[in-house]
């Protein structure tokens, strides 16, 4: 579905933050990127989403080309983002957060019957449909951020970092809903510096480092892996 | 009912400062410039509704729709002309690009036609003066209020109803996140400015009615009278601009009834230093943070 080759990515003109990145995403999976603070991670879904363009290599999505298009166009081509810190428009109502997930959509009807999917995913939205995002806890602003990005009705979810300073029952929550979403028929591509969680819901995973993809595999298989308990599971 | 008089002549003027406020302070909240150019559109718009009302006798209404379309076309230019390649600039930069507009739209107009004034016609529209608890009332004003009023809720329906308006909330408040949903960035910075620049031509052409002398300079002491009034209510908020212009017009009509009338403009200063000193982010302004 979603196949990158050996791509590289710069920051600010001169800082290389990707280096002949190369991974693949097949429907229907779940597939997670794993890596500390700094290994590129973000860096990634923002040219996956278009806000970066990649200086070599390819992107390609459902076989098409997608490198260095811009948002727009990647987000109609059904591949939508959760961003890093949730991002929502705090200074908007929740429903009009949502509203704003479903921009380029044309379908009335399909926006209402998606809306009514999001509240059933996470009825903590519904009940606080009018209150403006900014009032919600992390916890909530996530939910916010995730119905959202349904919202465009994506066959492609790329999410970054959703346990990202929220208490661990909630990245419990967070985490099983992801599952829902996937066995919805959505393809996720999950980023996360908790590889535990990550690689406990994650069919296949890559493991990146300073740039560079440095194990890929089995999620299962790279969860007894010695280096990724020693580098990332606190050598449990 | 002197008192109610004056109130009603702030409001007049204050009107006019709201409608060329709210266009800085829209841009400023989606881009964070000051566009300094923004009260030579003001003087564009008077000058186009001067031109409808005295050369192509089209009336008062429709000479203020062209006004505000030909103010919008040429907002949108400044933008793609001038400001669009500077967004990744430093601010200093892009501000002394504004000024450099600013000087620019004036000159032009001058080398085009000349630096004299012009005056609008007294029949711009039907005068007559109004009695009501023994105040004065013209149909001018009126016809300022009733125009500054439709304008405002007519933005207010815009920003809060639209699709557009929606994504002009969301690019000025996360520009990136607004890409993420799919918004064209650009596109929506090019409607703010032209809704933006239609109020400030619409308040051109009322300038005009009012105070009756144009004049290819007469864009600046408003323009940063208005820009006043937009840190007044806080700047990026759009009810701030409002609140601000009239406020601001309120005040410099009671200092000038008072008996200091040559201290006017000065009191507009005045407040400008009060706020930054005690109330850096105006009335209506968010007490922002800066995220670590």
Redesign the interface.
């Known amino acids: 579905m979603l196949k990158v080759d050996n791509i590289d990515v710069f920051y600010g003109g001169n800082i290389q933050a990707l280096k002949g990145v190369s991974l693949e995403v097949n429907e229907g999976e779940i597939v997670t990127l794993i890596g500390a603070n700094g290994a590129g991670k973000t860096t990634l879904l923002k040219t996956l ?3 970066l363009k990649p200086k070599k290599g390819t992107i390609e999505y459902l076989g098409k080309s997608i490198g260095g298009k811009a ?2 166009g990647i ?2 081509s059904g591949i ?2 959760v ?1 890093e810190g949730r ?6 109502s929740v429903e ?1 957060n949502l ?3 479903a ?2 959509r044309k379908d009335r009807d399909g926006i209402k019957k998606d809306l009514q999917r999001v509240y059933a995913l996470f009825p903590r939205l519904l009940e606080r449909s009018k209150q403006s995002a900014g009032t919600l806890s992390g916890g909530e602003q996530q939910m916010l951020a995730m119905g ?2 349904i919202m ?1 009705k994506p066959k492609l979810l790329l999410l970054d970092e959703p346990s990202m300073g929220l208490a661990p029952i909630m990245v419990q929550t967070i985490f099983s809903i992801i599952k829902e979403i996937n066995e919805e028929g959505t393809t996720i591509l999950l980023v996360e510096q908790n590889a535990h969680m990550a690689l406990s819901i994650a069919q296949r995973a890559y493991v990146i480092e300073t740039g560079k993809v440095v194990l890929s595999g089995d999620a299962k298989e790279l969860q007894e892996s010695d280096e990724v308990r020693a580098a990332y599971l606190g050598g449990l | 009912m002197e008192w109610l008089q004056q109130l009603i002549n702030g409001i007049s003027i204050g009107s006019i400062y709201a409608l060329i406020a709210l266009g800085y302070t829209m841009v400023y909240g989606i881009i964070k410039l000051i566009n300094f150019a923004h009260g030579d559109v003001f003087m564009i718009g008077a000058f186009v509704g001067f031109y409808g009302l005295t050369h192509w006798h089209i009336g008062f209404i429709p000479s203020l729709l062209v006004a505000m379309i030909i103010c919008s076309i040429l907002g949108v230019l400044i933008e793609r002309l001038a400001y669009k390649r500077l967004r990744n600039a430093t601010r200093i930069a892009a501000l002394i690009t504004a000024i450099g507009v600013s000087l620019l739209i004036e000159y032009t107009t001058i080398f085009i036609r000349g630096a004299q004034p012009e005056a609008y016609p007294s029949d711009a529209i039907f005068s007559k003066t109004f009695t009501v608890f023994g105040t004065q009332i013209t149909s001018e004003t009126i016809v300022i209020l009733a125009t500054t009023i439709i304008l405002m809720l007519l933005l207010q329906f815009i920003v809060h109803k639209t699709k557009i308006g929606k994504a002009m909330r969301a690019v000025s408040h996360d520009m990136e996140a607004a890409k993420l949903m799919g918004i064209n960035v650009d596109n929506t910075i090019s409607a703010t400015f032209a809704i933006g620049s239609a109020l400030a031509g619409a308040a051109g052409v009322i300038f005009g009615v009012y105070y009756t002398k144009i004049d290819p300079l007469m864009g600046i002491i408003p323009g940063v009278k208005a820009f006043i009034a937009a840190v007044l209510g806080g700047i990026g908020s759009i009810p701030g601009a409002m609140t601000g212009g009239m406020l601001l017009g309120v005040v410099e009509t009671i200092v000038s009834a008072v008996g200091f009338s040559t201290w006017r403009d000065a009191a507009a200063f005045v407040i400008l230093i009060l706020i930054l000193i005690f109330k850096p982010a105006g009335i209506f302004g968010k007490n922002t943070r800066e995220k670590v």
């Not at chain 1, 991002?87 to 908007?92: A, D, E, K, L, P």
């Open positions: 989403s278009g806000l948002a727009q987000v109609k939508s983002q961003p991002r929502v428009f705090s200074n908007m009009e509203e704003l997930g921009y380029l959202r990005a465009a």
